[in-house]
């Protein structure tokens, strides 16, 4: 298929359907991330769960552009790109946490402990208050690259191509 085609696909694509996209995209990461943590036994940091919260943006996002697509293009396009940047926004967030995975950088407070306690009291109640997985942890990883990995760069890929596709001007 020439690359001709492809524009021309792109060009007569309904449109409903990069808002469709945006949220079955968000919809099969969120999926995946609680069959993970359900099915798989991995429970997640704190770190993985606030990745989850722009893909649930984008779903609902993408869902009220679908429902528009007909009846309001233009605001369908601008939902979709705001569904974009939520994407975009998980994969910041997994590139962070990728980050604190590879030690270039501590991750939040919330991640592990910070600073010395001074008492036994103090030390048990900075051990209580530990979440159950450290962010820096890698629970799952494949050919190298942890799931905050690919949360980034699929996350990436999905954000930056809805956001191109719903451009004004590109219909």
């Known amino acids: 298929m020439a690359i001709g085609s492809v524009t021309s696909l ?91 995975e590879q030690l270039w950088w501590e991750g939040t407070a919330e991640c592990g402990a910070t600073g010395t306690p001074d008492s036994l009291d103090a030390l048990k109640q900075q051990l209580m208050a530990q979440p159950v997985v450290r962010c820096t942890d890698i629970a799952w990883e494949m050919f190298g690259i942890s799931m905050a990995g690919y949360n980034f760069l699929l996350s990436a890929g999905a954000g930056l191509t809805a956001i191109a596709l719903s451009l004004p001007g590109r219909r």
Do not use: D
């Open 10 to 100: 792109l060009e007569k694509r309904p449109a409903w359907l990069v808002p469709a996209a945006v949220s079955a995209f968000a919809s099969a990461m969120l999926g995946g991330a609680f069959a993970f943590q359900y099915l798989g036994g991995l429970a997640p940091c704190v770190l993985c769960l606030y990745q989850r919260w722009p893909h649930a943006a984008a779903i609902l996002l993408g869902l009220l552009a679908l429902i528009l697509s007909a009846r309001n293009p233009a605001a369908s396009r601008w939902l979709t790109i705001l569904g974009g940047l939520a994407l975009l926004t998980s994969a910041g967030i997994g590139l962070f946490h990728v980050g604190v």
